[in-house]
């Protein structure tokens, strides 16, 4: 017989029960959060009121500060309410739908990236057919795909997972539910789980990545041959912000899943990093090295 228990609840031990420490670790990921909103709700005021930026770009980054602010909702407060309650008991059910809301926002901002990087591809390397290709009725259509795609494979993981038993610890030593910290926990047969992972990887996280280096490809292959170099400023400029975005975004992640299994402090930082301050520091770099959007600002 296999030692299987049938989980209820989950203790989420993501710091030291210093009590000392609390209340700057509260402090501090309440300010991340608090500037993290405020600079990404400014950024999309900015694109909503402005007219000059309603384009397809713009379009975009709007979209990846929603993401943004998702992202950082999604864990941040549920960290501050245990820190502040000193209850860190997670349900069985709150801490899949705080996976469910994760992961929808990860699969959401993937594919944003490779499409804001396909969006820069139409405008440098065939402009001409840039308004007939990401056109209003197209943007919104990829918008609403980009959603719809990240909430059922989020529920597709998820729903996979419900079978899963644990007959480990049920300590989460992280700071909100993710996928690789519960599985973690189990014992039993989890062969499906992972080959949806595997596939959702493929699609999610693989083709996009090979897409958005095949764009810049082409894209750095028609800057080099610009004669003009105020032409070629101005187009790295636009590509610039981006690709720092992506740099970070999918660095910080590759390493965070990546690092072996038993190194909690390690795993814990990178998410750290790529949940909280990544999603703020996302508006800020894309304020400063757009000059429209400052100007709008």
């Given at each position: 017989m296999k030692?299987?228990?049938?989980?209820?609840?989950?203790y989420i031990l993501p710091f030291s029960e210093d009590t000392m420490k609390k209340p700057f670790i509260s402090i501090f990921f309440f300010l991340i959060y608090f500037i993290g909103v405020l600079v990404?709700?400014?950024?999309?005021?900015?694109?909503?009121?402005?007219?000059?930026?309603?384009?397809?770009?713009?379009?975009?980054?709007?979209?990846?500060?929603?993401?943004?602010?998702?992202?950082?909702?999604?864990?941040?407060?549920?960290?501050?309410?245990?820190?502040?309650s000193g209850d860190y008991i997670v349900s069985f059910s709150q801490c899949y739908t705080q996976w469910y809301f994760f992961s929808a926002a990860a699969s959401a901002e993937g594919i944003l990236l490779f499409i804001m990087a396909y969006d820069r591809y139409v405008a440098i390397c065939i402009p001409l057919h840039y308004h007939f290709i990401l056109s209003q009725r197209n943007c919104i259509l990829i918008t609403f795909g980009i959603w719809t795609a990240a909430f059922l494979n989020s529920l597709l993981l998820v729903v996979s997972a419900f079978n899963m038993t644990s007959c480990h610890s049920n300590i989460i030593h992280q700071f909100f539910c993710d996928a690789k910290s519960l599985t973690k926990a189990t014992c039993a047969s989890i062969e499906i789980f992972f080959l949806i992972t595997g596939i959702e990887m493929l699609l999610l996280a693989f083709v996009p990545v090979l897409g958005t280096c095949i764009s810049y490809v082409n894209i750095f292959s028609v800057i080099f041959k610009m004669k003009s170099t105020e032409s070629r400023k101005k187009a790295l400029s636009t590509c610039s912000s981006h690709i720092t975005v992506m740099s970070i975004y999918y660095g910080t992640c590759l390493a965070g899943y990546l690092i072996p299994s038993f190194s909690h402090v390690l795993d814990l930082v990178f998410n750290v990093v790529y949940t909280t301050i990544i999603p703020m520091i996302n508006p800020i770099i894309y304020s400063l090295q757009n000059s429209n959007v400052k100007i709008a600002l």
């Open positions: 030692n299987e228990t049938s989980v209820k609840y989950f990404n709700s400014s950024i999309i005021t900015v694109i909503c009121l402005e007219v000059q930026l309603h384009k397809p770009m713009y379009l975009f980054i709007c979209n990846l500060s929603i993401v943004d602010i998702f992202y950082t909702s999604v864990t941040v407060p549920k960290l501050l309410h245990m820190l502040l």
